[in-house]
């Protein structure tokens, strides 16, 4: 079955810098590929999401790349803010089958 | 409406309760799912209906029991559970294997 590696688990930044957390996946059928936001006492927040026929979505100061030939892809959110603290979960599907998701990295940003 | 309500928000039940979780979407998806989620971890599939069918089972012990009424309900009956069964349980839909939406879960904890 599917498995998605995440990294980094925990990751510290200054209000304004750039972060990145990279998810790797084990099974090439998958397609779909959702970032989410979880922040403490709530369910998940999708915040994008990118199939495999697309290399690069932005919507904001969120994007994600996926390189396909590699089963890798990335979230990176610019011009952090204090609010962007949170737990962020890559997670991959194929067809419709359910989302497995990463272990979690848990983004914390100091002002 | 895009939103998935999950009742009750939090639930303490006995190891001898029967008890029912409630999840409920009006975005027209035709799959539903349970997730469980335990501390500081990633949410875990228990369940998948698929056109108000059962789909898929995580092998799940018997003690949860899914239920889908209706296109738009989804319950999660719960009986002898044990102290380890407490958890966020998450509620999602999505249609045709993207966009799943998350609910903000149900908070149980089993004494």
């Known amino acids: 079955g599917e498995n998605v590696e995440q990294h980094p688990s925990t990751l510290s930044v200054q209000e304004g810098d750039s972060a990145v957390i990279k998810c790797t996946y084990s099974?090439?059928?998958?397609?779909?590929f959702p970032w989410y936001k979880q922040e403490l006492g709530k369910g998940p927040q999708l915040i994008i999401d990118i199939r495999s026929n697309v290399g690069e979505k932005k919507d904001q100061r969120i994007a994600v790349t996926l390189n396909k030939t590699a089963k890798h892809f990335s979230l990176h959110i610019t011009e952090t803010q204090p609010e962007d603290s949170a737990v962020y979960f890559c997670?991959?599907?194929?067809?419709?089958?359910?989302?497995?998701f990463g272990k979690g990295t848990t983004l914390s940003v100091s002002s | 409406d895009t939103e998935v309500t999950q009742t009750p928000k939090h639930l303490v039940m006995g190891m001898t309760n029967k008890k029912s979780l409630k999840c409920e979407q009006h975005m027209g998806h035709r799959a539903m799912y349970w997730y469980k989620q335990k501390a500081k971890k990633p949410p875990e599939l228990m369940f998948v209906y698929s056109y108000e069918k059962l789909s898929i089972n995580e092998s799940v012990p018997s003690r949860f029991s899914p239920e889908c009424p209706n296109s738009s309900l989804l319950n999660l009956h719960l009986h002898a559970l044990q102290p380890e069964d407490s958890a966020l349980y998450l509620c999602?839909?999505?249609?045709?294997?993207?966009?799943?939406?998350f609910g903000s879960g149900t908070r149980l904890t089993v004494v």
């Open positions: 099974d090439s059928a998958s397609n779909y």
């Open positions: 999602a839909s999505s249609q045709e294997g993207e966009g799943y939406t």
């Open positions: 997670a991959a599907s194929w067809g419709r089958t359910a989302l497995i």
